[in-house]
Structure formats: C-alpha cells, structure tokens
C-alpha cells in the first residue's frame, strides 16, 4: 500500500482555495511540521488527504482543532470508509458529517481505490 494517492481533480473543484496541509509526497519531517499550526487567515477551508497508513494524527489535530475553536472554517477530510475503528468512532463523537461516495474512486493513472472513500466534515 502507497500513501502517494494524488486527490482526485474533481473533488479538490469542490474545495477552492482550501488550505492542504498535507500535500502529496510531502517528507515525513515536513509532515510532522505541518501537524502544528495551520496558518488559516484569507482561507474558505482546510481539504487533508492524510496519508492512509496512518491517518490518526491528522484526525486528532483536526478534533483538536475544532473542539479548541482554534479556527472558525470547515475541516474536509478524504478518507476511507472504516466504521470499525477508533478514528471513525472518535469523529462520530465529534459530531464529523459524513459524506459517502458511491463506487470506488479512482486516484490518478492508479486503479480504483480498493476500499470505499468517504469525506468527512468537522
């Protein structure tokens, strides 16, 4: 499994001017960085499309976030659909709209995702 999943084109459309704090490819020690403070002044929104190997810290900072009304905009997350684990059951709590895609997306030149995607909003 990669974590290089390049988002869909037609769903970033949806998002203009979102702030993406994770961009595709980005080194782990920027990532890392990139966990501390969003700079959200002049932005609609933050769009994530964490890395899926281990999307529990970027849940964790957008639920903090949030509950520390650290910013007054949307969160949006693109994440695969797994209602059975902690991350999902901590978002639910958080009040996290979900949004289900039908079918599976395709990312880039790649095959279809092989799990269900949905967008979550915080």
Known sequence: ?????????WILDLFPGFFDPC???????LLDDLLGTW????????????????????IEKAIRTIENDEI????????????????????HE???RILMFSG???FGDAKS???PSMLVIL
Request: proline share 14%; aromatic share 10%.
């Open 1 to 9: 499994m990669t974590d290089s999943w390049a988002t869909p084109g």
């Open 23 to 29: 961009p595709l490819d980005c080194p782990d020690h």
């Open 39 to 58: 700079k959200t002044e002049g932005i609609p929104g933050i769009f994530i499309n964490p890395p899926y190997s281990d999307v529990t810290p970027w």
């Open 72 to 91: 007054g905009i949307p969160i949006v997350m693109l994440l695969n659909h797994d209602c059975s684990t902690r991350w999902f059951a901590r978002l």
């Open 94 to 96: 958080h009040g996290a």
């Open 104 to 106: 599976r997306l395709r």
């Open 113 to 115: 995702n092989p799990r």
